[in-house]
C-alpha cells in the first residue's frame, strides 16, 4: 500500500503518518485530510497532532487510531468514566461539552446543506445536564461458566464482550447506585445463567427493574427479588418466554411521567425518551413552534403514547394521533383518558402502506408533527404535501432520513425555516434533531 505524502508533514513507517486534525465529527472522530482524503481518526481532537495508523484505507476516506499524541486540545479533559477506554456506551467523554454540541450541530448542519441545499444553522442547541440525564438504559447479562459468574453491563466497542459495570455517570444518580448490589443479587439466582438482559428505568412515581428471563423462576429466586425490592424501593418487572410482562408483587404501579404538565402512564416495554430534561424542553419547542390555536387541527404522527399528541390536544381544536405499534396506542387512548382530554383520536396504522385507504387520512389538518424512528418517514411524505399544512415540525433521530424527507417538503412547496440539534444523550455518537417546515406563500 502506497504511503501518504505531504510536504507539510513526515512520514512514519509504513501505513503510518502524522496528521493534524480539522475538526470533529458527530461520532467524536477527529477529521484530518492528506492529499485531498479525508482521515477519521478515533480520539483525535480538533487541532491536535498525532502519529497515527491507518486501520481502514478507501477509494474517498480512511480511517485510523493514534499511535502517539503530539499536541493537547485545552478542550480535551478526563473522562468522569473509570470504563471509558473499554466500554462501548459513550464515545465522547474526554470531549469538553460545548465542543461535543458545536461538532454535532455543525455535523447537522453539513448534512442538510449537502443533501438539500439548505444551509440553515442547527443552533441554538438544547441542552441540558451532561451527567447523570440517562432516566432508562438496557443492560446486558453473561454468564460465564467457568466462573460460575454472571457479567452485567455494557457491550465493549465493535464486540459482542460485556463491560462489567458497577458504576455508569450518565445513568440517573438513583439507577446508578443500583448496579452494584443488582448485580450481586442477580449472581445469587439459581437461574443466573438463564438470564436474558436487564432494563432500569427512573420513572417519575417509582423505579423500576425489568428482568428478561429464560427459565422459570424458583421460589426462591422469587424471595431473593422479593428482598432486593423491598430494600432497595424499586417496583421489579418480569418477561418470561411468553414475551408478557408481570409484576414481581402486586403493589407494584405502573410507571409514570409528566411532560409539559401531562402525565404519562406506561407499561415498561413502552418506549420514552431516556433524557427527560431534554423531552420537556423538545415538546415546549415544538408547541411553540406549531403556535397551536383553540382553531388548529393537528396531526401527530409516530405519536407513541401521547408524548407530542397530549400537549398539543390541550391547546387545539382537535388532534389525531398514528401509531403503528399497537400497545403504544392504547396506552396513548388511556393516557388521554388519565389526563381527561377528550379532543383527540389515535389510530393503529402502518405508516409506510397504503396512506390514502386509512381512516385519518382523509382528514383536514393545518398543522402537523411527525417524530419517526431512524428510518425516517418516507411512506408518509408525499401524503403530508397533499394535506397541505401550513406548518410541519419534523422531530429526528437520525439526519441522513430527516435530511431525505426534508428534499420531498422542499420540492413540494416548503421551506426550512428553523433547525435544531437537541443534545438528548451527550457524550455518545447520537444525534437528535428537530426542525420546522412552513408552506411558502403562493406567488
Given at each position: ?123 441554538p442547541v438544547i441542552s441540558g445536564e451532561s451527567y447523570g440525564y440517562r432516566r432508562r438504559a438496557r443492560l446486558g447479562l453473561q454468564y460465564h461458566s467457568k466462573s460460575h459468574r454472571l457479567v452485567m453491563g455494557f457491550r465493549k466497542t465493535q464486540s459482542n464482550t460485556l463491560v462489567d459495570i458497577k458504576h455508569c455517570p450518565v445513568l440517573s444518580p438513583d439507577l446508578d447506585i443500583l448496579l452494584e448490589p443488582l448485580s450481586q443479587c442477580l449472581n445469587q439466582l439459581s437461574i443466573a445463567a438463564k438470564l436474558g438482559h436487564v432494563e432500569l ?243
Amino acid at each position: 500500500m502506497a504511503q501518504f505524502y505531504s510536504p507539510n508533514r513526515r512520514t512514519t513507517s509504513r501505513r503510518q503518518i502524522t496528521v493534524i486534525a480539522e475538526s470533529l465529527d458527530a461520532a467524536g472522530q477527529g477529521v484530518a485530510r492528506v492529499d485531498g482524503k479525508t482521515i477519521f481518526v478515533a480520539g483525535l481532537l480538533p487541532n491536535e497532532e498525532a502519529q497515527i495508523e491507518l486501520t481502514e484505507d478507501k477509494r474517498h476516506f480512511a480511517k485510523a487510531k493514534v499511535i502517539r499524541r503530539l499536541s493537547t486540545n485545552p478542550q480535551r479533559v478526563k473522562p468522569r468514566c473509570g470504563y471509558f477506554e473499554q466500554c462501548g456506551g459513550c464515545q465522547q467523554q474526554h470531549v469538553d461539552i460545548e465542543l461535543q454540541r458545536e461538532s454535532k450541530a455543525l455535523a447537522l448542519q453539513y448534512v442538510m446543506l449537502r443533501e438539500t441545499g439548505v444551509d440553515k444553522p442547527a443552533t441554538p442547541v438544547i441542552s441540558g445536564e451532561s451527567y447523570g440525564y440517562r432516566r432508562r438504559a438496557r443492560l446486558g447479562l453473561q454468564y460465564h461458566s467457568k466462573s460460575h459468574r454472571l457479567v452485567m453491563g455494557f457491550r465493549k466497542t465493535q464486540s459482542n464482550t460485556l463491560v462489567d459495570i458497577k458504576h455508569c455517570p450518565v445513568l440517573s444518580p438513583d439507577l446508578d447506585i443500583l448496579l452494584e448490589p443488582l448485580s450481586q443479587c442477580l449472581n445469587q439466582l439459581s437461574i443466573a445463567a438463564k438470564l436474558g438482559h436487564v432494563e432500569l428505568i427512573y420513572a417519575d412515581n417509582c423505579k423500576v427493574v425489568l428482568i428478561r428471563h429464560l427459565a422459570p423462576l424458583l421460589s426462591s429466586d422469587k424471595q431473593k427479588l422479593i428482598d432486593f425490592e423491598n430494600q432497595h424501593g424499586v417496583s421489579i418487572w418480569l418477561a418470561g418466554n411468553d414475551e408478557n410482562l408481570h409484576t414481581l408483587t402486586e403493589a407494584s404501579p405502573l410507571p409514570e411521567y409528566q411532560v409539559a404538565g401531562e402525565r404519562l402512564r406506561f407499561n415498561p416495554s413502552n418506549f420514552i425518551q431516556v433524557n427527560a430534561q431534554i423531552n420537556q424542553q423538545m415538546v415546549e419547542q415544538a408547541l411553540a413552534w406549531l403556535d397551536i390555536n383553540s382553531e388548529d387541527r393537528v396531526l401527530d404522527l409516530f405519536c407513541g403514547m401521547g408524548n407530542f399528541t397530549l400537549p398539543i390536544a390541550r391547546l387545539a381544536k382537535s388532534v389525531v394521533g398514528v401509531e403503528g405499534v399497537e400497545n403504544l396506542v392504547e396506552q396513548a387512548r388511556n393516557n388521554a383518558q388519565l389526563n381527561t382530554i377528550y379532543n383527540v383520536a389515535f389510530y393503529n396504522e402502518n405508516l409506510e402502506a397504503q396512506i390514502h385507504t386509512q381512516p385519518w387520512a382523509a382528514q383536514g389538518f393545518n398543522k402537523v408533527l411527525l417524530d419517526p424512528a431512524r428510518a425516517g418517514a418516507a411512506g408518509v411524505m408525499e401524503h403530508l404535501i397533499k394535506l397541505m399544512p401550513e406548518k410541519i415540525v419534523y422531530v429526528s433521530c437520525n439526519p441522513t432520513t430527516l435530511a431525505r424527507d426534508s428534499k420531498v417538503l422542499l420540492g413540494g412547496g416548503y421551506q426550512l425555516l428553523h433547525l435544531r440539534m437537541l443534545d438528548m444523550f451527550p457524550h455518545t455518537s447520537h444525534l437528535e434533531s428537530m426542525a420546522l417546515f412552513i408552506r411558502r406563500p403562493e406567488v
